[in-house]
């Protein structure tokens, strides 16, 4: 049975998206984040070296074995005027329909063994954007307590790409980082995660976004422009 806990406006439900998401209103936007299915959340031995960003040390709890059916992206694509989900890459097989609206996650790491960046897949029409901030941006948020938490900063990025989406859904919450930016810049949310440990991480950091002055009040974007620092619209031929 979910559980359903609010916290200013959002709401946030411990459960199987596959089972919550049918049950709450359609949203303006699907910001998310989805299993990637490469064994991230702790089987695979990660190759850093600095034991807060090792992923041994978090809990195996098996949730990144394998990618979501196709079913479940066309439930958020039912359930929302648009669609951003990271991690797109992985789901072309199973996303809705060929996009030029990619986005990039540029880490600004350049010959070391890890991913030099992430993919989001769009459902928008705007050309592809690259947004570049160093994975130690994650240290200024408090820290990783999901070993594939989002940056702060780059979730509040793609809200600000989409000024017109009141309400945001993230199905994939984890340790809620889409909810934190959704406090921080107005939006209401509505979060699903399935794992105890992370729904009560991701109530947590919405709290306390809550109680907190807003933090990015500078970077609201008008249609179509980007204003947060480090972002980067690529020329039209890259
Ligand atoms: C890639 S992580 C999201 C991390 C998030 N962006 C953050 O910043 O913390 C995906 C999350 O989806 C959750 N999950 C996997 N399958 C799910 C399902 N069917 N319903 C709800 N949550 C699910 C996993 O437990 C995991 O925490």
Redesign the pocket.
């Known amino acids: 049975m979910a559980e359903k806990v609010v916290i200013g406006n959002a709401e946030l439900w411990l459960?199987?998206?596959?089972e919550?998401l049918p049950l709450l209103p359609h949203v303006d936007l699907m910001l998310t984040?989805?299993?990637?299915g490469i064994g991230i959340?702790g089987q695979k031995q990660s190759t850093n070296r600095n034991p807060k960003h090792s992923r041994k040390a978090h809990d195996f709890?098996g949730?990144?074995t394998e990618t979501?059916e196709r079913l479940?992206f066309e439930l958020l694509r039912y359930k929302s005027n648009g669609q951003i989900v990271?991690?797109g890459n992985y789901f072309t097989d199973k996303l809705p329909y060929p996009t030029k609206g990619w986005l990039f996650w540029d880490k600004g790491q350049r010959g070391l063994t890890m991913s030099d960046g992430e993919l989001a897949w769009t459902s928008f029409e705007f050309p592809m954007r690259a947004y570049t901030l160093n994975r130690v941006a994650l240290q200024a948020d408090g820290g990783t307590e999901?070993p594939?938490?989002?940056p702060l900063q780059l979730?509040a990025w793609c809200l600000g790409l989409v000024p017109e989406a009141e309400t945001v859904c993230?199905?994939?919450?984890?340790?809620?980082?889409?909810g934190v930016a959704c406090a921080q810049l107005g939006r209401a949310f509505y979060g699903?995660?399935?794992?105890r440990k992370?729904f009560d991480i991701?109530c947590r950091r919405i709290e306390q976004a809550y109680a907190q002055p807003r933090l990015f009040e500078d970077a609201k974007v008008g249609a179509g422009e980007t204003a947060v620092q480090g972002d980067m619209l690529l020329p039209a031929n890259a």
């Open positions: 459960g199987d998206c596959r919550v984040d989805p299993p990637y959340d709890l949730w990144d979501p479940v990271w991690g999901h594939t938490q989002k979730m993230d199905p994939f919450m984890g340790s809620g980082t889409t699903i995660e399935r794992e992370y991701a």
